[in-house]
């Protein structure tokens, strides 16, 4: 089979059936470290409704969204701007029913329809976000011309090809990224991606397995370790068509929102040790070092408009 059939399946297996976030799981995400990367996503959706006129009805969209938490830390920020609740309509990408089922209860005070496909939304204009979700996606690997492949033999997966000289091509992301785009374009609304990988060059095999954070075979436990590929911002920035701005890195996105300002207001009514893990975690999600510069942030908008606020 190929490296995307592998994946896609493996993963599905994967997130139907358990929650792989925090601690006691397989990786953390940023909105499970700071509260900050909701609240400042969250106000951006929210700036880019009331930019472009306070459309009176709109789908608030979350691809992929975890446990909830960056839904639950957005929704809390943009409590009040005037308008921005009442129009919106909340919709979870999710094909986890797991994860739907801790989604249902982090959002229990709002009305949420969980879709499949983007191709389901309304003909609304669209605000949304997706943080983690591509680089869940699969991707396929070629050696030249010819596809990298997994085959089976004597009780184990191998792989058909070394892994050099690798080139990865991710349809399954571009297409949806090409259906959001298309949407945004036709409808209003704005999309924010933020996910770790790389933008220009390609880098050979990206594939990666994590299981207790940390990194395992991805062909040992087949649907039982994170299966994950770099993004390639590039291709993305391609299939979004012309509206797309960035992408720039998460670390400096965060910044020129006012995560470090953010941070000092809630450390004035935090206790000490308290203050001291928010300023832990926003340096988690800032630091050049950590995951401030290997995550990016891309954002879509309709063709010809200016870049938005942090771009
Ligand atoms: N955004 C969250 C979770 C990231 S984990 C956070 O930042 O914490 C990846 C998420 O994407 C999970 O919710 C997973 O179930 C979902 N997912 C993975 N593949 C998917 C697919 N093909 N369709 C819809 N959701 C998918």
């Not at 700036?47 to 472009?52: D, N």
């Not at 935090?270 to 942030?297: T, Y």
Request: charged fraction near 20%; glycine fraction near 10%; hydrophobic fraction near 45%.
């Amino acid at each position: 089979m190929t490296v995307a059939d592998y994946m896609a399946a493996c993963n599905a297996h994967y997130y139907a059936t358990r929650d792989p976030l925090g601690k006691g799981g397989d990786f953390t995400t940023a909105p499970e470290i700071s509260q900050i990367f909701g609240e400042l996503t969250g106000a951006w959706l929210a700036g880019q409704w009331r930019a472009q006129g306070s459309p009176a009805a709109f789908t608030l969209l979350e691809l992929g969204p975890g446990r909830g938490t960056l839904m639950q830390d957005a929704l809390r920020a943009t409590r009040g701007v005037p308008g921005f609740h009442g129009a919106m309509q909340l919709r979870l990408l999710e094909i986890s029913p797991v994860l739907r089922a801790l989604q249902r209860e982090a959002l229990a005070e709002y009305a949420v329809e969980w879709i499949e496909t983007v191709e389901a939304l309304p003909p609304l204009p669209l605000f949304a976000i997706a943080n983690e979700f591509f680089d869940a996606l699969p991707v396929r690997q070629f050696v030249g011309e010819a596809e990298r492949k997994i085959d089976w033999r004597d009780g184990g997966f191998f792989f058909t090809a070394p892994a050099q000289d690798i080139t990865e091509t991710g349809e399954a992301g571009e297409s949806i990224m090409r259906l959001l785009a298309n949407h945004i374009n036709r409808f209003g609304g704005a999309a924010l991606v933020v996910d770790y990988g790389y933008d220009g060059s390609a880098r050979g095999d990206t594939l990666q397995a994590v299981r207790a954070h940390a990194y395992t075979d991805p062909l040992a436990d087949p649907g039982e370790a994170d299966l994950t590929a770099h993004v390639d911002f590039s291709a993305l920035t391609r299939a979004a068509g012309g509206g797309a701005h960035g992408p720039v890195a998460q670390g400096v996105f965060l910044k020129r929102l006012g995560a470090e300002l953010r941070a000092a207001t809630l450390c004035k009514s935090a206790a000490p040790a308290q203050c001291e893990a928010i300023l832990s975690g926003l340096e988690r999600l800032v630091s050049p070092a950590q995951m401030g510069e290997l995550f990016k942030v891309l954002a879509v908008l309709p063709h010809g408009f200016p870049p938005p606020a942090g771009f």
